[in-house]
C-alpha cells in the first residue's frame, strides 16, 4: 500500500492530466491461457551468496550485498523460471519445520504457527547499513555489544514481524503458481485472502490482513480491489500490481510484487524490481530519504521497454513512495521518494520501512480515479460524538474489526454490513475514515510495482519480506 496524494497534489495531478493527455494505442489482445505459465527469466549473473553469520561485517567493496541465510529457501534466489521454482517450492515445504512442526500442505493450510511451534520463524535477508565505505565509526557502532544487546530485546517483536512475512510468502507463492488469465479479480482476492487468513491465523486485531488486496491493473497504479459485482477478469496482456499485506499484533509486512504473462512486459518489471533492490540496498540507519529517491530514479529511470514499436524510458512514478511503518499504522510520518529532490530527513534505528517503487510507461505520475475501495481510519483521530445511528453503528464495527488498519468495501459485506455507503461518507467528512481511491497514471500506459519490508535493527537491516521469488 502507498501514501494517500494530498489535497494540493490531487488538484495538480488532475489539472496537468487534463492539460497534456497524450493518447497511448494499445492492442489490448487477449491470447489464450494456457500459454500464461511460461514466463522467460532474466538470469542474475553477479549473484553471490556468501552466507554470514552474526553482526561481525567484514571489510571489502561492497558490504551491503552481503547476505545471511535464514535456513530456508532464501539460497535459491530469484532466477529460476516459475516452473522450476514450483519445483523448488515443494521441496522447500518439505524441509520447512520448526522443531517438530507440521508440513505444509499444496495449496497451503496449515498455520504458521503451526509450522514452526517453537517460534523460530525464518529470519529475512540480513544486509549490512548502507554506510560509507570509510566510516569506521559507523561500522564500529553496528557491531558494538551495546548494539547487540539492544538487538536481543527485541527478539519477540522480531518474531511476531517474521511470522507475518512467512504467512506472506507463502500464500503469495501459492498465488504465483495458482493464478491464471481468465479468472475474475475477485476470485483471485478471495483465493489470496483466504489463503492468508489461514496461514496467519487470523484472529480480531491480533493477527490478520493489513489491508486490503490491491490488485491494480495496467494504468491503475495502486489501491484497485473490486467491490461487490465487478466482473473484471484478468486479462493475458495484463499487468497488476499485487499488493497486500499480514500482521500480528500489528507489525505489519507491507510487501508486493508485479504479475504479468506476456514477456514483453520483462524490461518494465525488471526495471522496477532493480529500483527497489536499489532502494532497499540505500536503506540504513542515518540514510537521508532524498538519497534513497535519487538512487531509485537513477536506477529506474536506466531503463526503457519497447511496446509495439514504440521505445518508452521507464519514469519513476513521482508522487507515489515508500514509508515508514508503525504498529497497526501503514503509513507513520516518514516518505520514501522515488525521485530525486526529496526531503534530508534520515533514517534512524529500530524504523520499519515499506520500500515500494512504481515504474510506468505513462506519465509518471498518478491521479486518483474511479469508484473507491479502500478505506481507512485516520490514525490520530481520537474519540468524535456521532448523532447518526448508522454511523456509529459502522464506525462500531470498523473500530472492532480493523481499527486503524486500512479495509474495503468487500471485507465490510463479508462481516455482515449492509447499506453503509452514506454512514461511510458521512466519516469521511467528519475526518474519521479516509478514501484511498484507485491511483491512476495516463489511460492505455503501463505500471508495475515492487515492494518489500524492512527493518533497521541496531546490527543490521533485515528485509524481512524477501523470499525466493523476489
Ligand atoms: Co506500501
Known sequence: MTAKLTEEE??????????????VDINASVEPPETGDDNKVE???????????????????????????????????????KDAQEGVSKKKNKKKKGGGGKVQTDPPTIPISELFPNGNFPEGQIMDHHIALNDQKAKERFTSEEARALDRLQLDMYKEVRQAAEAHRQTRQHIQRWVKPGMTMIDICQELESTARRLIGESGLDAGLAFPTGCSRNYVAAHYTPNAGDKTVLEYDDVVKMDFGTHIKGRIIDCAWTLSFNEKYDPLLKAVRAATEEGIKHAGIDSRLCDVGAAIQEVMESHEIELEGKTYQVKSIRNLNGHSISPYQIHSGKTVPIIAGGETTRMEENEFYAIETFGSTGRGHVYEDMECSHYMKNFDVGHVPLRLQKSKQLLNTINKHFGTLAFCRRWLDRIGEARYLMALKDLGEKGIVDQYPPLCDVKGCYTAQYEHTLLLRPTCKEIISRGDDY
Do not use: F, H, I, Y
Not at 490531487?10 to 493518447?23: D, F, T, W
Not at 561492497?62 to 529460476?80: Q, S
Open 10 to 23: 490531487q488538484k495538480k495531478e488532475v489539472e496537468e492530466a487534463c492539460e497534456g493527455l497524450k493518447s
Open 43 to 81: 538470469k542474475k549473473k553477479k549473484k553471490r551468496n556468501r552466507k554470514k553469520k552474526g553482526g561481525d561485517e567484514g571489510v571489502g567493496g561492497d558490504d551491503e550485498t552481503k547476505e545471511e541465510n535464514n535456513g530456508t529457501e532464501n539460497n535459491v534466489k530469484d532466477d529460476l523460471p
